[in-house]
Each structure stands twice: as C-alpha cells, then as structure tokens.
C-alpha cells in the first residue's frame, strides 16, 4: 500500500506488520509478518471504498456511544478502585472497538463467552450501567449477590455467559455449546474471546483442537495487550464459516488495577496507541467527516454520558451489600450437607460475634 504521509505508515511499536485493505487466507510461510486489515485510516476516511460496509448513521452513532460510555464508566470505576470503594477493576481501554465491532455482527441471541475485557459487548447489547456497577459494587442488586470479583459480569437474557477467573476455560466452554447449538437447529452462533496470554494454556488448544474436527462455524477473538478476538461464531446473516479472527486492537489500560504494565512493555508503545490510533478517535473523525457529528453533540454526550454514570455509581454506593446467607446458595439445586452445616455456623457465628461486623451495611 502507498501511504501519501510517512504518519500514515503502519506503525506497530515492538511489531512489524503491514496493512491489507482486503480480508484474506495468508500462507505463513510467504509473509514476514501477519499483515493488519483496516478499513478506515487514523483520520477516520475509508481507504478502499470496495471495503466500505456502508453502516447507517443510526448504527455507527450506537458504535460510537457505546464505546465512549464505556471509556466513561471505566474512568469512574477504576477511579473508584482507586479510592478504594470497590476491591478491583479492569479497564477496556483501546479494546472499545473489538467490542462493538465484534457485537454489531452478532445477532443479540448469539451466545457470547468473555475472558474479562469484553464489557463494551455487553453495553452494546443493552446491559444497564446501574447493574454494571452493582455487580463492581457486589450490592443487593447484583444478579451475581455479591459472590464473585468485580467485572465477573453475566447476563441470562443477554445471552452473555458469566464470566470466570480460570483463564481460557472459557474457551472449550464456547466449543461445547457451539457444538450443542450445530446439533441442535443451528440457528444460533457462539463468540468467544480469549487474550494471547490466555491462548497458551492448554485448555485454548483442547478447544481449538475440537473447533477444528468437530468443523464449527467458529472464530476466534483474543484480546489483550495484543488482542485477537477468537470464537466460534458466524457473522450475521448469510452466516458464513468464519474461523479464528485475530484482531489488534492493543490494551491501552493496566491489566487490572493490581497491575502495573510499564514493568513490562513501553510507556511510549502506550502512549502511541492511546494518543495517536485509538479506536473512538477514528470513529470520531470519520462521523465529523461525514456531517453525522459535531463539536457541540460531542460535548453534550461527554456531559450527559458522564452524568449517566455518576448516577449509576451513585445509586450503587447507596444500596446495600446482599445478605451473607447468600453466599452458600445456587451453586448446588438441593444444597448439601456440608454447605447447610457453613451457612449454620455462620449464622452462630454472627449471633455471637455480629456486633464486630458492620452488618448494618448488609440487608437483613
Ligand atoms: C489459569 C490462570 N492462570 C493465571 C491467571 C492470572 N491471570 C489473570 S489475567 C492474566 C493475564 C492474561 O493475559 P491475556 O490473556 O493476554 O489478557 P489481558 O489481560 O492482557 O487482556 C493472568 C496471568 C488466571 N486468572 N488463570
């Protein structure tokens, strides 16, 4: 590809790799490197117009709302982990468009398997900030009561499966449900996501392993500081075999807020991608180029979006925690022995011992 401007070279930090405007099956053995699809340049114009998917307004405003809402909600709760208000927290920064990206293509019935950084997918299907924040809250509103580690979303209804710590276990997990769903009448699709680091356990080759003898429509998206979404799913209809696809969009965010990544690769690589390529910046550009925004709506989303947010946090803070009984039911239907003797114990234990404990905090 000719670039008229030296800026517009691809510039990978730590990475080599080309651009391709068109979508194809590569040969390792003939490439350097495995060049990266893009559709629009940094200034948000199309670079080939054969490749222009011609997205209505109304879509590409929803792509743009969504991925700006999230960068807000995760300023808030990261902040708020910093405060110390919830226990721990993980950003999607530079990840906002690989989730609604991937999301658009989906149908919202289509069964989606997060590793952890895939909240944007769950905003696009219309998960609501005030149940974000309840489950980051762990209070009396969160579907999850409490039991598990902030950003552990799941929603039934959304067809978003709950998201565990394990890594990768997720992934022979899609694989077993995309395998039920091609048994079944084939309608529905599975997503899953994974990171690079989380494509070397071995439960990622047991579910590639499968993915590829049991022949699903799959693809695959991994995510992360190097992100390449992978799943087994189609995209919307005609729903076409679609396999692994690795997608680059690069964590711009720690790895969670117990981590600090300037350890281990650049500030500068960070910064780059944070300042110069970022994803809702080119989206920005290419709605400004099209007349379908402008400063003042830019302004008036940042303001109404934020305040959005705050109420959401706000209602969160003020909710109580879930009672401390819950914490031993819906694992097992019938719950059993051993459980029942914990939960009693508990509940002596607190009789005796309560007035150490700030149970006001906690709903009866
Ligand atoms: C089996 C297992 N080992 C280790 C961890 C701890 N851990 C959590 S996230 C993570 C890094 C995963 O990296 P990657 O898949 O690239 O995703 P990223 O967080 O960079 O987006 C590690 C090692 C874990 N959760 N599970």
């Given at each position: ?52 998917p011609?997205l209505p307004k109304e879509l590409v405003l929803k792509l743009y ?39 658009a ?260």
């Amino acid at each position: 590809q000719e670039f008229p401007v030296p800026e517009e070279r691809p510039q990978f930090p730590g990475a080599s790799a080309e651009f391709a405007d068109r979508l194809e099956f590569i040969q390792p053995n003939v490439i350097s490197g495995i060049p990266v699809y893009r559709v629009m340049d940094r200034q948000g114009h199309i670079v080939n117009p054969a490749e222009d998917p011609q997205l209505p307004k109304e879509l590409v405003l929803k792509l743009y709302k969504t991925m700006t809402l999230l960068n807000t909600m995760d300023r808030i709760l990261y902040e708020s982990q910093r405060q110390g208000r919830i226990s721990f927290y993980m950003t999607n920064y530079g990840e906002e468009g690989t989730h609604v990206g991937s999301a658009a293509a989906l149908h919202d019935s289509d069964l989606v398997f997060g590793q952890y950084r895939e909240a944007g997918v769950l905003m696009y299907r219309g998960y609501p900030l005030e149940l974000f924040m309840a489950q980051c809250y762990g209070n009396a509103s969160d579907p999850g009561k409490g039991r598990q580690m902030p950003v552990h979303y799941g929603c039934r209804q959304r067809h978003f499966v709950t998201i565990s710590s394990p890594l990768a276990t997720q992934i022979p997990q899609a694989v077993g449900a995309a395998y039920a769903l091609k048994r079944g009448d084939g309608s529905r699709a599975v997503v899953c996501y994974f990171g690079e680091g989380a494509a070397s356990e071995g439960d990622a080759h047991a579910g590639f392993n499968f993915a590829a003898t049991l022949e699903y429509p799959s693809k695959g998206s991994a995510g992360s500081s190097q992100n390449i979404p992978g799943s087994p799913f189609p995209p919307k209809p005609p729903r076409i075999p679609w396999p692994q696809l690795p997608r680059f969009p690069r964590r711009i965010g720690h790895h969670s807020t117990s981590d600090d990544s300037s350890a281990y690769r650049s500030v500068d690589e960070v910064n780059y991608w944070d300042k110069q390529d970022h994803p809702i910046s080119r989206l920005r550009h290419h709605m400004l180029g099209r007349g379908w925004w402008d400063d003042e709506q830019e302004k008036s989303w940042r303001k109404s979006s934020r305040r959005m947010v705050m109420e959401a946090f706000e209602q969160a803070e003020r909710k109580p925690k879930p009672n401390p009984q819950l914490l031993f039911s819906d694992v097992y239907r019938e719950m059993p022995p051993h459980l029942r003797r914990q939960r009693a114990a508990l509940e002596r234990h607190l009789q005796l011992y309560g007035e150490h404990y700030p149970l006001e905090l906690f709903e009866k």
